[in-house]
């Protein structure tokens, strides 16, 4: 049975192929496209699932939509009627896309693929619930779903048992965690539904000075995790804006300008929210456990990739086990509606080993195989060195202990926002300029951006307070006090910004100011070629850590082909470039020609 999964229309859309229960393809369209977050109805995802699988779009058996949009179009309806006559823009601006294409979905979905067959529509929590369960190892767990807004749930929970996910409650819009923090980073500056990780990582350097008045004022939080917005402060059910005069009021002044100097202000306001979303998460993650009795727990939606949160529920939650959905966010839902479809909607039956997850690393996305990588370094004339794959891992490791910046593009793309050793930047963790380098010379982006350590899978609690493998990057958790370096008196009264170029740790390029870090573990079996040069540089140079980045500079997606690789390579300081077997060196390349067919330039934030 052929099932094809679909998210679209609201953020990072994709796609996702299953047969008879496997995965077999999925990722984003703004991979193909070069739009980042593109919502657009994802053809070109869609066209490389279908290719991957070998069938026509007619040959499907099922294709499932991530959500309602009836029941969605009737929330916003309701929610405008509420608010009017104030919103009236918001609702012209939305309506006429709901009129001529959401509203007929089925439809549309038909005409684009030129398929007749079954469509079926999961609400949106379903399919962040599917996502998050049928996916993981567990054969029984208990799920969490956390985001913006689905249909109307923000907030669900509830249990997964062999091919069934059963929701037991839900938390209702407008109150939202997810928006409640996407409020804060639109006040703090950054772009709604993409900075958010930028407030994560910002936290750090702040002090929690506005916790309590959050608590007081904006939200409600009772024991169990459940809580009421004061929708007096937001603006988002009706206007245009996150947030409203009397929230800028409250906090003393008004959002941060876009691009401007982040001052200790938005320090200060990012820690603070992302101390009231850890203590959310953990209250709801205790409430589950009390009420489900599983040991088990499977996170999803775009608040699941709060990865400080998700390692304090690991290190203080309840639960023996967690497994988080790579793609959380809407991008996932493709997964989550494939998945449904084949075991909720047709009854299939679900093994589950409690061992090994089903997503294969995330690793789903388009490879190239060594003759196109090479057919496409001779029709440009890129000079190259072809090495063996014995060379690959001793030469790159050298490279990388000489400080030396290296895009690695290997195998399959992955799905989800995470580069996973498929599509990174690598470097040297031990390197003390590393981060800053890397920060503003390669990815073009704030200095304050913390970069994630890729580890061995079996050395990861050699070096981090971690007894956990997280091979997706969604885990946060202190290196170990034996790598710490003690600072100075002097060191301790600094603040802020300040605090970045203090060297903290043996790993400083991968230690945030508070001595955190996110991991990514590699294993032999999930990712050979990777786990190899991490292996031979733990051989050679005594450490298993490495820096691993995205491919992409700011306001980029990953790139996707060698193309995309070789431009990001070009336009920024990166020292080599590692297409397969394939090492480029910067020193030996021609500057690129602007009027090169393939060439597009990058839309920065």
Excluded at 32 to 37: I, L, M, N, P
Excluded at 50 to 63: F, H, M, T, W, Y
Excluded at 101 to 128: A, N, T
């Amino acid at each position: 049975m052929n099932i094809l999964g679909i998210s679209a229309f609201y953020h990072d859309s994709a796609a996702c192929f299953i047969r008879d229960g496997e995965i077999l393809a999925a990722a984003q369209e703004e991979r193909f496209t070069r739009k980042k977050h593109d919502f657009s109805f994802p053809k070109h995802a869609i066209n490389f699932c279908l290719a991957q699988a070998g069938i026509k779009a007619s040959e499907l058996d099922c294709v499932a939509f991530y959500d309602k949009p009836f029941l969605k179009f009737e929330r916003i309806l309701e929610t405008y009627l509420a608010y009017a006559p104030q919103g009236i823009a918001s609702f012209l601006q939305a309506m006429p896309m709901w009129i001529k294409q959401k509203l007929w979905m089925k439809d549309y979905i038909q005409d684009e693929l030129g398929f007749k067959g079954k469509v079926i529509f999961p609400e949106h929590h379903q399919s962040h619930a599917a996502s998050a369960f049928f996916p993981s190892p567990f054969q029984e767990a208990a799920f969490v779903t956390m985001d913006g807004v689905g249909e109307w749930a923000t907030t669900s929970y509830g249990v997964g048992k062999g091919n069934k996910v059963e929701l037991l409650a839900e938390i209702r819009f407008p109150h939202s965690l997810g928006l409640l923090y996407s409020a804060f980073t639109y006040y703090t500056g950054f772009k709604v539904n993409s900075g958010e990780y930028k407030v994560m990582g910002l936290a750090p350097y702040g002090q929690p000075k506005y916790k309590d008045l959050i608590l007081k004022e904006l939200i409600d939080l009772k024991q169990d995790g459940s809580f009421k917005l004061n929708m007096k402060y937001f603006d988002y059910c009706a206007g245009l804006r996150m947030v409203n005069r009397k929230f800028e009021e409250l906090f003393g002044g008004p959002a941060r300008k876009p691009e401007s100097r982040v001052t200790q202000r938005e320090m200060d306001l990012a820690r603070s929210i992302q101390e009231v979303t850890e203590e959310v998460m953990l209250r709801i993650a205790q409430h589950v456990h009390r009420v489900t009795g599983q040991k088990n727990l499977c996170l999803a939606g775009g608040v699941a990739l709060n990865c400080v949160g998700n390692g304090r529920i690991l290190r203080e939650g309840p639960f023996e086990n967690i497994w988080i959905q790579p793609a959380s966010g809407d991008a996932g839902g493709a997964v989550g509606a494939a998945t449904f479809a084949w075991y909720q909607y047709f009854g299939n039956e679900r093994k589950a080993n409690d061992k090994t997850d089903t997503m294969k690393g995330s690793y789903l996305g388009p490879e190239f195989s060594e003759k196109q990588i090479e057919a496409f370094l001779r029709e440009h004339q890129i000079p190259h060195v072809k090495l063996t794959d014995q060379e690959v891992p001793e030469k790159i490791a050298d490279l990388i202990a000489q400080e030396k910046v290296i895009g690695w593009f290997q195998g399959p793309m992955e799905f989800g926002p995470r580069a996973l050793g498929g599509r990174s930047i690598i470097g040297d963790a031990r390197s003390p300029k590393m981060q800053e380098q890397m920060n503003l010379k390669i990815k073009f982006r704030e200095s304050f951006r913390p970069f994630a350590p890729s580890v061995t899978a079996e050395k990861v609690s050699e070096y981090f307070e971690i007894n956990a493998e997280s091979p997706y990057m969604l885990l946060v958790a202190p290196v170990r006090p034996q790598w710490r370096r003690e600072m100075t008196a002097d060191e301790k009264k600094l603040q802020g910004i300040e605090l970045l170029n203090v060297k903290r740790s043996e790993i400083p390029a991968v230690t945030h100011v508070d001595y955190s870090a996110r991991i990514q573990t590699i294993a032999q079996s999930q990712n050979p070629r990777f786990y190899a040069l991490l292996k031979k540089f733990d051989e050679k140079y005594g450490c298993p850590v490495m820096i691993n980045t995205s491919f992409n500079v700011r306001g980029e997606p990953i790139v996707c082909t060698p193309e995309d690789a070789f431009r990001c390579f070009m336009r920024t300081h990166m020292d080599y470039l590692i297409l397969g077997n394939f090492l480029l060196s910067k020193e030996q390349q021609k500057p690129l020609e602007e009027d090169t067919n393939w060439m597009k330039e990058f839309e920065l934030d």
